[in-house]
């Protein structure tokens, strides 16, 4: 798997099915294929793009791990961007047929609506990680500080979820956002378990090197 991950047509085949979705909203508005409101179903269907995208960069670490397909940390840049593309459709799609891009109604709606403050906040914090996600910023920022700005995005994922959960409390439908929970709450459990793991094996090798260190025979000149 590692060998077909690091073929070179492979980044471009997934970077078009990433575009999927996108290809798939667009045809539908072009051919009012959207259903009887359009402009509510993009507006949903970008942001469960977004919450689905957040979760796949999530997975990418725990899959990595206990697969060994150590090629797929190669993908997940393109996939959290792919994540902040679909958030800023979200957004678009919001200010647009929701507000009719009336600046002064969409302050003031985000002020005055909860979910609405709380998305617009995943957004933010995204901003700052789609705009580091390159080479040059990781250089620029130290790689210390950049992995502590990009940790950003499990608070992003629970923003995301709170958002998901008060847009779905109006209706009543929970079916999808305890599906999102349980997806997310399993990946940062496996993260918070694996960190557990690696602090406990560190006292365990210390202390068997020192075993071994007291078992070596002294030297005599």
């Known amino acids: 798997m590692n060998k077909l991950l690091m073929h070179p047509a492979t980044k471009p085949v997934i970077f078009l099915l990433c575009l999927l979705p996108f290809a798939r909203l667009a ?12 402009a509510e179903f993009l507006i949903r269907a970008t942001g469960d793009w977004t919450l689905r995208f957040i979760c796949i960069v999530l997975a990418v670490t725990p ?42 109604d969409i302050a003031k709606d985000i002020a005055k609506r909860p979910f609405i403050l709380v998305g617009f906040s995943a957004f933010v914090l995204l901003t700052p990680l789609a ?14 500080r950049w992995q502590m700005l990009h940790k950003l995005v ?14 779905r409390a109006g209706k ?40 071994r260190n007291s078992e070596k025979p002294l030297r005599t000149n």
Do not use: Q
């Open 27 to 38: 045809y539908g508005a072009f051919t009012d294929g959207l259903g009887a409101n359009p």
């Open 63 to 104: 899959l990595r791990v206990i697969s060994k397909w150590n090629a797929l940390a190669r993908y997940r840049r393109m996939l959290g961007l792919f994540a902040y593309f679909y958030v800023v459709l979200h957004l678009l799609c919001y200010s647009w047929f929701d507000m009719g891009f009336e600046w002064g």
């Open 131 to 144: 705009a580091t996600s390159f080479n040059r910023a990781i250089k620029a920022m130290g790689a210390k």
């Open 154 to 167: 499990y608070v992003i994922a629970g923003l995301g979820l709170l958002h998901f959960f008060w847009m």
């Open 172 to 211: 009543n439908n929970f079916a999808e956002v305890f599906i999102y929970v349980a997806i997310i709450g399993v990946l940062l459990a496996w993260r918070v378990w694996n960190f557990a793991s690696k602090r406990k094996a560190k006292p365990a090798a210390g202390a068997t090197g020192a075993v």
